[in-house]
C-alpha cells in the first residue's frame, strides 16, 4: 500500500549499528524480516532480555514513523483502486507484519480504515511472515478461504507466507525485482504500482490462474 521497505531497511540499519552489529543496507533487505521480536532474536539470541527486545523495537518504529510522515502516501494509483473495489462491494482486510502502531499509523493518517473488513498486524499473531496465520486471519475476517482472496505484496516474505496460505498474489515491485520471486508458483502479476491495473483484469486473472500450490 505504501512504498516504505527502504525507510524500515535505513531505520533497521541505524538501530543495529547503536548495537554494534554493522550491515549493509542489501543485507538488510535480505535478513531483516519478521515480526521485530524474532528479528532481534534471531540477530541476537539472547542478548537482550525481552523486556529489552522491546525498547529496541519501539525505538525504532518510533524513528521510522518520525521520519516517514511528511512522506507518507499511497502507491500511485491505489486511492482509485481501492475506492473500486470498496464500491464493487468486494471484502478487503489486511494482514502486515507492522506492529499496530505503525499500521495505525497509515491507516488514520490517510484515512483508510473504512476500507477494510480486518486489520491484522504484529501482535495479532504467534509468529511472523512466511507463517501464513496473518493471511488466514485476514482472509476468515472476510469470510473467505485464503484460496478465494488474491494477496498484493512488495516483500519476498510476504510472497513466501502468500504461497504458505494457498493464496495467489501480485507482486508491487516497489523494493524487489521481479527476477527475485522466481521461487514463487502462486504470482498472477507484477506490477509497478496501481496506475494501470483495474479489478475487471484482476478478476479476470483469478478466473483463469494455473497454480501449483
Known sequence: ??????????AWQKQ?????????LAEVQEKIHGVNHEI?????????TPAERLQIA?????????????????????????????????????????PPENAHFVLDNLDLRHYFKGIFHSDSVKKGKPDPEIFQLAAASMGL??????????????AATAQNAGSPSIIITTTHQAEEFAAFSNILQFIKDYQTIRLSNVQALFRNQVIEL
Request: glycine share 8%; aromatic share 8%.
Open 58 to 98: 519501539k525505538a525504532k518504529e518510533a524513528a521510522y514513523r518520525e521520519i516517514y510522515l511528511p512522506d507518507l502516501q499511497l502507491i500511485k494509483g491505489l486511492p482509485a483502486f481501492l475506492e473500486e473495489i470498496h464500491q464493487a462491494g468486494i471484502p478487503m482486510a489486511i494482514g502486515t507484519a507492522a
Open 16 to 24: 543495529l549499528a547503536s548495537l554494534g552489529l554493522e550491515m549493509s
Open 1 to 10: 500500500m505504501i512504498d516504505n521497505m527502504m525507510v524500515h531497511h535505513r
Open 40 to 48: 532481534l532474536e534471531r540477530l541476537f539470541g539472547d542478548r537482550f
Open 145 to 158: 478461504q485464503p484460496s478465494d482472496c488474491i494477496v498484493f505484496e512488495d516483500s519476498v516474505a510476504g
